[in-house]
């Protein structure tokens, strides 16, 4: 009795922790711009919204499992292949704020000098 209480439990956090990371990969495709997914050359916007988005309403409606692990591995490919090219080609530089053209990796380039 104790480890159906368990289990039931675990199935619970499973399910929330994949609801969210589906709901934030959605939030992060629904805020890009549109032109920097064929930039990127990566799928269209709207393929990935739909994409995240059926996952997003699947996933707490039906309970199999083949189905949220399908949805987790697009949010996964969405998060770690898409995200970071769509950011790169949008000029995120993650922490960086306000830099200049001429600023490389490591601080500003200043030619050799």
Known sequence: MLREGFDL?????????FLGFALVAFVFAAMAR?????????QTKKFWLIILGINLVL?????????????????????VDVRPAIKQIS??????????????????YNGGR
């Open 9 to 17: 439990g675990l199935d619970l956090v499973v399910d929330l922790v």
């Open 91 to 108: 000029g995120g530089s993650g922490g960086r704020r306000g830099g200049s053209s001429s600023d490389g990796p490591y601080g500003p």
């Open 34 to 42: 549109e032109d920097a997914y064929r930039a990127a050359d990566k």
């Open 59 to 79: 996933n707490p409606l039906l309970g199999m499992l083949f189905l949220q692990i399908a949805g987790l591995i697009a949010a996964i490919v969405f998060m």
